[in-house]
């Protein structure tokens, strides 16, 4: 499935995400241990079941945007975007625990045309990623640089 471009988004649409993805002990302690973050609070079950109020590992909160976002780009940007601009307001209100199941709306939230590129616009999505009970576990805004559909392309 191809994303959409620039001229495809609405203000105000929404998608949710049809792909949900269980996240595992590997995923976590992989991805804390790839990006050299030697954090006990992700790694260390032993730390986190004597000394944290939650008793067992928190997924690393960069693993959690970035499976958040990745979940929606087969829907939304997929081969159609230029680059990210920016990610805005990253929050975590709950955590996010090895076995959580998650999934993800993506709001789009305003577009403009580019200034210095007449084939391209910025698109700013806002998205919401939640574990199996529907808590909100993450959610940021991410301005994308996008194109626009070629000329003569009634795709």
């Known amino acids: ?6 001229e495809e988004f609405e203000i105000g649409q929404v998608f949710d995400h049809p792909i949900r993805r269980t996240v595992t002990e590997m995923d976590n302690v992989l991805f804390s241990t790839m990006t050299h973050n030697p954090q006990p609070l992700h790694i260390d079950f032993h730390f986190c079941a004597e000394k944290t109020e ?3 590992p928190l997924v690393n909160s960069l693993f959690t945007l970035g499976l958040m ?9 997929l081969g159609t975007t230029i680059a990210n601009l920016g990610m805005t307001e990253v929050r975590f209100p ?3 625990f090895h076995g959580d ?22 698109v700013e999505f806002e998205h919401k990623a939640f ?13 994308a640089f996008m194109r626009k559909k070629p000329s003569g392309d009634d795709a």
């Open 94 to 96: 709950k955590p996010l």
């Open 101 to 122: 199941t998650v999934h993800v709306t993506t709001e789009v939230i305003s577009k403009r045309e580019s200034n210095s590129r007449p084939d391209a616009g910025i």
């Open 69 to 77: 976002i990745g979940i929606s780009v087969n829907d939304t940007t």
């Open 131 to 143: 574990k199996q009970t529907d808590d909100l576990v993450a959610i940021c805004r991410r301005q």
């Open 54 to 56: 939650f008793g067992q």
């Open 1 to 6: 499935m191809q994303g959409q471009y620039y």
